[in-house]
């Protein structure tokens, strides 16, 4: 089971975004867990990782030689990152810095996309414009040969 779809949400006035109830389901259900690790790579949208998911990533990373690409994506997931706990009613607090890049605050409709191993938490607004200025195309999908 992965995570799929796109779920509008919203964040509160608190910062905080309430992970929709089928997304918290697999969280409860696979990795019977409320850590998370919160980031983004270059601040557009937030990712949200079951903590798990992210070591992953980072034991993937750790293996690679050292590099620029290394070094980046360490830099800029550490600056925007954070571990976070997801409370009971299923809500996770966005820090402040990241929530500004991405353009989600207080009130802000939110697209919540499952990403197979995360959820992506963009400005609903932010990605309805990245679709339109960069649309999939069919060499895109012979690419990925499905």
């Known amino acids: 089971m992965k995570f799929r ?6 964040i509160d006035s608190q910062g905080r975004l309430k992970i929709p109830s089928e997304h918290k389901a697999l969280i409860d259900e696979i990795y019977k867990s409320d850590a998370l690790f919160i980031t983004s790579f270059n601040g557009d949208h937030i990712d949200i990782y079951p903590l798990k998911e992210w070591e992953a990533v980072e034991a993937k990373v750790r293996e690679r030689p050292a590099g620029k690409a290394k070094s980046k994506f360490l830099r800029y ?35 919540v996309i499952g990403n197979l191993t995360r959820l992506e938490v963009w400005n609903n607004e932010n990605l309805k414009r990245s679709i339109s200025s960069e ?4 060499e895109e999908l012979e690419q990925l040969d499905i």
Not at 78 to 103: F, S
Not at 135 to 138: A, G, L, V
């Open 135 to 138: 649309p999939f195309t069919e």
């Open 5 to 10: 779809g796109n779920i509008p949400a919203k």
């Open 77 to 111: 997931t550490g600056y925007w990152g954070k571990e976070a706990t997801m409370d009971k009613q299923g809500r996770v607090l966005i820090h402040p810095h990241l929530r500004k890049a991405a353009g989600v605050d207080d009130g802000t409709d939110v697209a």
